[in-house]
């Protein structure tokens, strides 16, 4: 679902899906050491967007300034947020943080690069669970990149949005990797490859209708912690352990979303299955032994064995 209509009011209509990231998570981040390491293999993710969860906002032009009003998921109001739309006055706010920040990255980058004046976003309604690993932020900071696109008619690819997102975000103090702004493609899965600063979007071709349940397993994790010891070893591991991420992230995770694009193209759905498990013990295996505090992951592996479950 990509809308961009006019509603009765003189807005634009829009919406940006949340996203799930099937295989290759934190490939990403490690595919961009290749600019320090050329002998790290590619990166490659697969991702699909969420269907109807996401973000639903209505943007119309501003003379001025940046007016940001935001619904969240249990229908609280915040706002409105105003900001002068001018570069040093955006970037401020961008590299101070909070939920606003993200809006300010990407419309500094919008302020710099074409000849705008203001927008007044109201994200009217949000379906989509915040802080869930399903790429909230980064929604947030497509639905700004759309607006400004839509109702400036800059004529943003799906790929132009993604980057002036992803460079609206990485002003803010979240450090994402570039996978998180392939919500911008919705429900059409893509495979992602990161050579470096150079990423490539493939849309995948799908052999039969794919269903996949998002659960909640109300667990918590400490990112800044996965990420600190995971990236130890780039660009250069020291140890076995380091050695291990790299061949995680690397050859396993390349031969692992090869065969599953292979399967997701043929309808597979068994192997497809038997390829997420086989990706999730090669984590456990190599992930697990560089961040065992954050990723042993009881409360997933007590699901995973569900007896219920093991049939599907």
């Not at 493939?202 to 996949?212: D, R």
């Not at 390829?275 to 999730?280: H, I, S, T, V």
Request: hydrophobic share 40%; net charge negative.
């Amino acid at each position: 679902m990509d809308s961009r209509r006019l509603n009765p009011h003189g807005a634009i209509e829009l919406f940006v899906s949340g996203r799930v990231c099937l295989l290759g998570e934190h490939s990403d981040w490690a595919g961009g050491f290749r600019k320090s390491n050329p002998e790290i293999p590619c990166g490659h993710t697969i991702v699909v967007g969420t269907s109807s969860e996401g973000l639903y906002g209505r943007a119309r032009k501003h003379k001025s300034k940046l007016l940001l009003t935001s619904t969240n998921e249990a229908g609280e109001k915040f706002g409105p947020y105003e900001l002068p739309m001018e570069p040093a006055a955006l970037l401020a706010e961008a590299k101070k943080g909070g939920f606003w920040s993200y809006a300010a990255g990407v419309a500094y980058h919008m302020a710099v690069n074409f000849d705008v004046q203001g927008l007044e976003l109201d994200n009217y309604r949000t379906t989509l669970p915040m802080s869930k690993g399903l790429s909230s932020s980064a929604a947030l900071c497509v639905l700004v990149a759309r607006a400004f696109s839509a109702v400036y008619d800059l004529k943003l690819s799906t790929r132009g949005e993604m980057e002036y997102a992803y460079q609206g975000e990485i002003l803010t103090p979240s450090k994402c990797g570039r996978m998180d702004q392939a919500c911008a493609y919705g429900p059409q899965p893509v495979v992602l490859t990161y050579d470096g600063d150079q990423l490539e979007v493939e849309k995948l071709v799908v052999g039969e209708e794919l269903f996949m349940v998002v659960a909640d397993l109300n667990a918590a994790k400490d990112t800044v912690i996965i990420l600190r010891e995971l990236q130890a070893g780039y660009p250069f591991p020291s140890d076995d352990v380091q050695r291990g991420v790299h061949k995680l992230l690397g050859q396993v995770n390349v031969d692992i979303t090869a065969r599953s694009i292979a399967a997701i193209a043929a309808g597979d759905l068994c192997a497809l299955g038997a390829l997420m498990k086989e990706a999730q013990a090669e984590f456990d295996r190599y992930g697990g032994a560089a961040c065992p505090a954050q990723l042993t992951a009881p409360v997933l592996h007590k699901v995973l064995a569900h007896p219920p479950l093991q049939a599907h």
